[in-house]
């Protein structure tokens, strides 16, 4: 379970024995059910300047804010916040932009909340210290059990991605 590193291997045993019987998916279902309306990259880039606005007015504007289909395979990140330096005249300007991975536009809104709140954090918050996690948990108070479960539907979905393909090798495979 590799997005589960790093905690207790009892709580991945305990993971991996749900994800094996066929309860997580469901289980992460009914804790969640409720989807967001966030489509669009419009829509995203507006959401994202809301939660911005409620919590952290004087951070820098933001230029971007779009779905990124091409985010989890080539950087293995479900979100990325860049800068870049502009030079315009003889003034120096930052573009800061925020890519959301597109298998978000599919999750539940609690879990895109989650991303969204950990990509605005790093516009104040570089490094993931304590800082950059107090600042999560001021945006969102139950940050951390958002991310573990956003860890958990990320397992089901590579588990039934596997078990998807596998069936599909074997019905090839099938005289």
């Known amino acids: 379970m590799k997005y589960l590193q790093g905690y207790s291997p009892a709580l991945i ?10 309860e997580l998916g469901p289980l992460l279902a009914r804790k969640y059910p409720e989807p967001h309306e966030v489509r669009s990259d419009k829509a995203l880039f507006d959401y994202t300047q809301d939660l ?5 007015r004087n951070a820098g504007p933001l230029a ?6 091409k985010l989890k395979v080539i950087q293995h ?6 800068r870049q330096a502009v030079v315009h005249g003889n003034r120096l300007k930052s573009r800061r932009e925020i890519r959301v991975a597109t298998l978000f536009r599919e999750a539940p809104a609690e879990f895109l909340k989650m ?9 104040k918050e570089l490094e993931h210290d304590k800082a950059f996690y107090a600042l999560c948990h001021h945006m969102e108070a139950s940050y951390s059990q958002l ?11 590579d588990a039934e991605e596997k078990r998807a393909k596998r069936e599909a090798k074997g019905a090839a495979d099938a005289p």
């Open 13 to 22: 045993a305990q993971a991996q024995q749900l994800l094996d019987a066929g």
């Open 52 to 56: 911005k606005q409620r919590f952290m």
């Open 64 to 69: 971007l804010v779009a779905y990124d289909a």
């Open 77 to 82: 990140a479900l979100g990325t916040h860049t």
């Open 115 to 123: 991303i969204v709140v950990h990509e605005l954090a790093h516009l």
């Open 147 to 157: 991310e573990f479960d956003v860890r958990l539907w990320l397992s089901v979905r």
